[in-house]
Every structure is written in C-alpha cells, then in structure tokens.
C-alpha cells in the first residue's frame, strides 16, 4: 500500500502531550479511511511537524487530518524508500 | 542523541536505484560526523526527499549531505515524536 509523509507548519511550542493528544485523534478514526498513521515527528522551534502513513490513497490520510482537527495539502506520496 | 529531519528538493523523477546510490554516499561517510542516516523517503512527482537521522547536532548531518554531493539547508530538529 502506498506510503505517504505530509507537513504541517504552525505547530511552534507544541508540548509532546499535545503532540501525542492531536495524534490520537487522527488514530481513533484513521480505520475510516483505511489509513495508518505510522510515525509522526514534530520540531516545537519552527513548529513544522511531519507524519508517515500508509493508505490507498493520499487523500484519506487528509481528510483524517482535517477531521481531527489539523488540516494540512503537503502530503508526498514516497514511491521510493531506503533504509 | 537528538534526531533531525531534512528536506531536498529537485530530485524529480529520480528512481529507487538512484536514491539507493545517493544514500550510499552519506553511509560511507556518516561515521566522520558521528551521524547515522536511519531512513530516507522520496517522492519523485515532486522531487522532493526526506531523510530521518540521528546525530550529535544538525550540522553534522548537513556537512555530509554537502560532501556526498546533495546539500540542503532545510533541516529540523525533532525534540517532540510519537509512533
């Protein structure tokens, strides 16, 4: 399935709780786009924040997001990956 | 020891084997830095690529991206995460 990253800025200050409490949000309803919010990473100072996920589709993860409250339109779609 | 992301962009239709060739490069060269490169992603649509690392400070990073050839200046440090 593939895999996506997308950015949200406007997150300068934001506490670890607060990160850990939006992401819960986007959890307790990913399974209705059939989306899985894997890892999501947050820099407080210039309040830019990214998160990976895996969907049918780059939208769904999106409209998670919108739905809990923290909309973004930077999502990349990663057709390519090392690690 | 901290983690970072970082960003590059212009890498539009670059393929797995290439990006898997670009990451080699800070491999073999990571340990001069004290960095360790743990993941990349791309998005060839777009070109842009990101690369999770951990390290002593985010200049390391930075000076071997420049030395393995792809330079960027868009770096995060990532003090909140949840998975």
Redesign the interface.
């Given at each position: 399935m593939p895999?996506y990253?997308d950015i949200h800025d406007g997150f300068v200050g934001?506490?670890?709780e607060q990160?850990?409490e939006a992401?819960r949000h986007d959890l307790a309803i990913q399974d209705e786009e059939g989306v899985s919010f894997?890892?999501?990473?947050?820099?407080?100072?210039?309040g830019?924040a990214?998160c990976?996920s895996t969907g049918p589709w780059g939208g769904g993860g999106m409209r998670i997001h919108e739905r809990a409250g923290h909309p973004t339109e930077q999502v990349?779609?990663?057709?390519?990956?090392?690690?």
């Open positions: 895999r990253m934001v506490t670890q990160f850990e992401h894997d890892q999501a990473w947050l820099d407080p100072a210039t830019r990214f990976l990349y779609e990663l057709a390519v990956e090392v690690s």
